[in-house]
Structures are given as structure tokens and as C-alpha cells.
């Protein structure tokens, strides 16, 4: 059977309106040539929480792998945690066995310890005093590997760091410590100068999904850190961030973690007692993991590396995609008017928007002779020669 009459494999894909999950989504939906069919059905279709749902789903559509990238918020109830997070990657798991398919499980780095140069094997005791979150993805993870041995699973566990990029439609993780410093929340430097994190790149994860899918016998039954291969210093990504965007905040003075505490425990007061006069207000639910702005987490890439799949694109960096990850969220904060007080002398939306109001002519110049390129992330055929 020829490539153009092959049929293709239907993928199941859990979290698609997430970041990782959307850049999972463009991909396969960019490379029709890849010859796998990708469903990602929302919440309401159907729901970790259910198993009744997640049967009648799967005893109409049988897929031929399952990715899984759902995850409750970090600052999720014990339940909510427990019943995505744990329960829902379960379920998923016992649909792989039952029709023998691989099922891809997205990991976080929540559940190993701080240090460097972490492998795969070094992960957090499970004990009752984890936060919600770390422990439920690790409880995953144990599980995961139990069913493999006891069940035959076919499973791989792709563990995540910082994860950055495009396209996140909620302000977590990353993109909270960036929305923080656009906002001129963050007066002073939370983190140490030598505190340095190991960052996923989104948009590098699908083309190693596709690989793995290819290649079960080497990759079933495995975890792989997936991270860029050098650590960054987070005071150097706030301090980039800053200088890029021209601003005075946060300054170049490091707050001790003793007095960071304080602040924490401060807020953490405030927010209860607004609650008590009406006044819903939430703590940033990265502020849970506080301790990590003071203590190095970075982890190894060498099982990847050293895998069929190896290290792509290890020059794309955080610091590569800055420019067009601040473009992106600035542009997208500020028409959900989120943010105001940055400086806007780069090129974003606002200030074409005035120049199309009072300067036409010279904005249409200035398009005309490429000094701006509005649409300079825009191709209709980017690997066809129309010569």
C-alpha cells in the first residue's frame, strides 16, 4: 500500500487548550503528511473526572495512541487534584491496556527535588506532606510504571520543567513571572543570582511525540526529561525581560528568602481578610513554590540525547524566543486590557493602531519600505518555491 492510500492513525489527545497541548495540536494539524488524524476533545465532550465518559468515548472512537497533557491547576483542592491529575491519567491508562495502545503521559519536574543535573530516576519520596500537585503527579507517574510491569502498559512519561512559548491562553507558570514584570508587580529580584532552572520548549515537544510513537520498542516503559540542554539563570530571564522591554522594575536587588516568606505570609493575611469583607482575591499560585526561586533545579538531558531521537535544536533557547514570545503576550494582554505601563516603542498593535488613525500615509511607508513588517510571521506556502 502506497503513502497517498495508507490510512491514518487516530490520536487521542487530552489537554488540547492548553499550551502544550495546542502546540501538540498545530503541529499534527500543520503536517497532514504525517499521516495521524488527531482528535482533542474538550472537557464537556469528555471529562477525566468521569470514567463513565472516558468509556463511552473510547467505545466509540478507538484510537490508536493516547497523549495525555491535562493537569489541574497547581493550586487545585486535594479532589480536583487527585481526580485529574491521578484518577483521569489512570483511566487513561487502563483504555491503553484494554486496546493495546501506547499511551504519552506529560510529567512535571514538581516531582523531583531540588539540585542539579537531575536524572530521571531522581524523584521527591512520596510522602503526605507534597503539595497537592506534585503529589498526584507523582502518584501518576508510580502507577505508570506499575501497571507496565504488572498489566504490560505501553506507556512514556515525558517530564517537563519551565515550559515556554506561544499560545498559552492562561497567565501560570512562566508567563505569570513575565505578565508580573510587565505589570510592575515585581519591585525587587525574588531569587538568588546563581538560582538557575531547567526551561521546555513547547513547541520542540510534538516532533518528539511523532518520533516515539515511531519507535515503541526503544521508548516503551520510559521517562525522558525533555529540557533545553543548558540551565538558565532566572535572574538572568527577568533581567532580559526587563531590559527588552526598557522598564525601571523590578530593580537589581535580591530579597532573602527569610524576608520573601514574610512578604508571602503577609499577602497570604491580606487576601483572607478580604475574603472575610467580600472581596474575592487569590494568592498567584506560583508563589506555593517559592522555595524553587531560591534553589537550582536543573535537569539532565542525557538519556535524550543519547536516545535515536537526540537533542533538536539545541541553540533554540528561552533567550532565541524572547522577542516573540513578549510580542505575542503583550499583544494579547493588551487587547484583554490587562496591562498599560510598559513601553511601547517596539512594534505591537497600539501603536499602529494611532499611526493608522493619524499618520496613514507615513505608516503605509513605512510598510511599504519594510522598516515594519506586520506580518512577518505570515507565509501561505513556506516550503513551496512559487518561482
Known amino acids: 500500500m502506497n503513502k497517498a492510500t495508507k490510512p491514518k492513525k487516530t490520536g487521542l489527545l487530552i489537554g488540547g487548550s492548553g499550551l502544550i497541548g495546542g ?10 503528511d504525517e499521516e495521524i488524524e488527531l482528535l482533542a476533545p474538550n472537557s464537556k465532550k469528555l471529562s477525566l473526572r468521569v470514567a463513565n465518559d472516558i468509556k463511552q468515548y473510547f467505545k466509540k472512537i478507538k484510537p490508536d495512541f493516547i497523549i ?47 539540585g542539579t543535573d537531575l536524572s530521571e530516576e531522581d524523584t521527591l519520596p512520596l510522602t503526605p506532606g507534597l503539595a497537592n500537585y506534585p503529589k498526584s503527579k507523582l ?26 512559548g506561544k499560545h498559552d491562553h492562561k497567565i501560570q507558570g512562566f508567563h505569570r513571572l513575565f505578565f508580573s514584570i510587565v505589570d510592575q508587580a515585581l ?39 525533555f529540557v533545553d540542554p543548558e540551565p538558565v539563570a532566572l535572574s538572568q530571564v ?16 535580591y530579597i532573602p528568602y527569610s524576608m520573601a516568606k514574610v512578604f508571602k505570609s503577609a499577602l ?18 506560583e508563589l506555593m513554590f517559592l522555595e524553587n526561586f531560591y534553589r537550582s533545579q536543573t535537569l539532565s538531558s542525557s538519556k535524550l540525547a543519547n536516545s535515536s531521537y537526540g537533542l533538536q535544536q539545541p541553540a533554540t533557547t528561552i533567550f532565541t524566543e524572547l522577542p516573540a514570545i513578549i510580542e505575542y503576550y503583550l499583544t494579547r494582554w493588551e487587547h484583554l486590557n490587562l496591562i498599560s505601563s510598559y513601553n511601547d516603542s517596539f512594534y505591537h498593535p497600539k501603536t499602529l493602531a494611532e499611526e493608522f488613525i493619524n499618520n496613514p500615509q507615513e505608516l503605509i511607508e513605512l510598510v511599504h519600505t519594510k522598516k515594519i513588517d506586520p506580518m512577518y510571521d505570515f507565509c501561505l506556502f513556506p516550503n513551496k518555491d512559487l518561482s
Open 23 to 32: 502546540a501538540i495540536t498545530y503541529y499534527f494539524k500543520t503536517h497532514p
Open 68 to 114: 495525555n497533557t491535562a493537569i489541574a491547576a497547581i493550586d487545585s483542592d486535594p479532589i480536583l487534584s487527585f481526580e485529574i491529575n491521578y484518577l483521569g491519567a489512570l483511566n487513561l491508562a487502563k483504555a491503553a491496556i484494554e486496546l493495546g495502545i501506547p499511551y504519552i503521559h506529560f510529567s512535571s519536574s514538581a516531582t523531583m527535588p531540588s
Open 139 to 164: 502518584m501518576a507517574e508510580l502507577t505508570l510504571r506499575q501497571l507496565k510491569e504488572a498489566e504490560g502498559l505501553d506507556y512514556t512519561i515525558i517530564r517537563l520543567a519551565v515550559v515556554y
Open 187 to 225: 519591585p525587587c529580584m525574588l531569587t538568588k543570582p546563581d538560582v538557575k532552572h531547567s526551561y521546555s520548549n513547547s513547541k520542540k515537544i510534538a516532533p518528539f511525540i511523532h518520533h516515539i510513537l515511531s519507535h515503541r520498542d526503544e521508548f516503551s516503559g520510559q521517562t525522558y526529561n
Open 238 to 253: 527577568i533581567l532580559t525581560i526587563r531590559r527588552y522591554l526598557q522598564l525601571k522594575l523590578p530593580k537589581e536587588i
Open 268 to 285: 497570604k493575611w491580606t487576601m483572607k481578610k478580604l475574603s472575610i469583607i467580600g472581596i474575592e482575591a487569590r494568592m498567584p499560585a
